[in-house]
């Protein structure tokens, strides 16, 4: 009992010892009077900012106390820079999650899981075959469990984003069509641009939201190029990349938008035919393996069955 006692606490200095180990290497990386200073400030230009994303947020108190408290924590975790934290933000538009916190919700939430992940290691690390046995093993093992903590929040929201683009993508053309038939009737850009959010809410959410965003900018702010360009960053489509493209050079030099459209729409539902034929192209080799593994036995069993149990009843009649 002793010992494994002893064997626990090695484990949890030696989390003691990764912890400090971070630190030092943060403090190395961003020490120095300018470094501070500009941490200093977006701590506090962050922290403001949390206050008021908060108290504007129509929520459950406790649930608004909880996020509240998780981006607190996230935000002042040392373990990110400026640069993994505007990577970290993109990512998160991507995939929806627009709010000022998101980013260090989402830090917050990939320490806390590195933190469970590496704490099995922690209580187990003796069990641990080859490496068990070996101090520097249970460290890199315990090391390891942390990092691949860290990195699996951020793959989800990856995924999350991919998912959402490929929706996306599939209903694109229905929305150029829709944004055609809006041109074609005198609307203005930002005025179709919102039509055809409304028409998509049922449809696809996630392009009507993006849509209604930009439409909003476009009201708001005037500049349709910076808002034009935000849309195609949020959504990271080619086929959007396209038609912010074909819109600002026909607002630029004073093209007709409707033509420009049409030929887009045009061409983007071809795009979408062919990669429909080709899914189904890969359809039939993809269907090999589960009819031999599944249909294939049934059949067999259907069509010889009845043979099968003849012979064994004439077999038991010799």
Request: proline share 4%; glycine share 6%; with cysteine.
């Amino acid at each position: 009992m002793s010992q494994s006692l002893a064997e626990t606490l090695i484990n949890l200095l030696m989390l003691l010892a990764l912890f400090a180990v971070l630190a030092i290497w943060w403090v190395t990386k961003h020490g120095g009077r300018r470094g501070r200073i500009a941490e200093r400030v977006r701590e506090v230009a962050s922290s403001h900012q949390l206050v008021s994303d908060f108290d504007d947020a129509p929520e459950n108190s406790f649930r608004r106390r909880f996020f509240r408290r998780l981006a607190v924590f996230g935000d002042k975790l040392p373990l990110f820079d400026a640069k993994n934290r505007a990577k970290l933000h993109k990512e998160m538009v991507r995939s929806g999650y627009r709010s000022n916190y998101a980013v260090s919700i989402l830090l917050a939430v990939k320490f806390f899981v590195g933190v469970l992940c590496a704490i099995p290691t922690v209580m187990l690390g003796d069990r641990i075959p080859f490496i068990g046995s070996f101090f520097v093993g249970r460290g890199t093992a315990m090391m390891g469990a942390f990092v691949i903590g860290m990195m699996l929040p951020e793959h989800i929201i990856a995924f999350r984003a991919s998912r959402r683009r490929k929706q996306m993508a599939g209903s694109l053309p229905d929305a150029l069509d829709l944004l055609v038939i809006c041109t074609n009737a005198g609307n203005s850009l930002a005025v179709s641009i919102r039509r055809v959010a409304d028409e998509l809410a049922t449809i696809c959410p996630p392009l009507s939201d993006e849509f209604s965003l930009a439409a909003d900018e476009l009201k708001l702010s005037g500049d349709s190029t910076r808002a034009l360009h935000g849309l195609a960053e949020r959504i990271d489509l080619p086929s959007i990349r396209a038609l912010i493209s074909t819109l600002t050079q026909s607002m630029r030099y004073g093209t007709p938008i409707t033509q420009a459209l049409r030929t887009l729409s045009r061409t983007e539902r071809l795009s979408h035919i062919v990669s429909l034929e080709e899914k189904a192209a890969k359809l039939a080799p993809k269907m090999v393996l589960p009819m031999m593994l599944f249909i294939l036995p049934a059949v067999v069993v259907i069509a010889a069955g009845p043979a099968v149990i003849q012979l064994l009843a004439f077999l038991d009649t010799r």
